[in-house]
Nanobody, 117 residues
């Protein structure tokens, strides 16, 4: 059973940094892509960053230059380093893993990030 556990969220002042972690277990399939989405109250879910199986990365325009996605395959963990955080980055952040074969997405439970002005 696939399990994704996020951690690292919290409250930070504008201009600060946080690093989110997503620890994966139970993955028995080849991964097509993995990444982070976020959802703020009243807003649609937004792709923040993703990394494909070949290492290619993709970022939302709103976070380019501030956020960095990375993965440690040995630890089965993915990270999202978030710098220069702004109040508009406030949201629940979810990590996901997509199966290469089925294209199904598997989700973590989410971690709250709150940026105060």
């Amino acid at each position: 059973q696939v399990q994704l556990v996020e951690s690292g969220g919290g409250l930070v002042q504008a201009g600060g940094s946080l690093r989110l972690s997503c620890a994966a277990s139970g993955i028995t399939f080849r991964i097509n892509a993995m990444g982070w989405y976020r959802q703020a109250p009243g807003n649609q879910q937004q792709l923040v960053a993703a990394v494909t199986d070949d290492g290619s990365t993709n970022y939302s325009d709103s976070v380019k230059g501030r956020f960095t996605i990375s993965r440690d395959n040995a630890k089965n963990t993915m990270y999202l380093q978030m710098n220069s955080l702004q109040p508009e980055d406030t949201a629940i952040y979810y990590c996901y893993v997509q199966s290469r074969w089925s294209r199904n997405n598997y989700w973590g439970q989410g971690t709250q990030v709150t940026v105060s002005s």
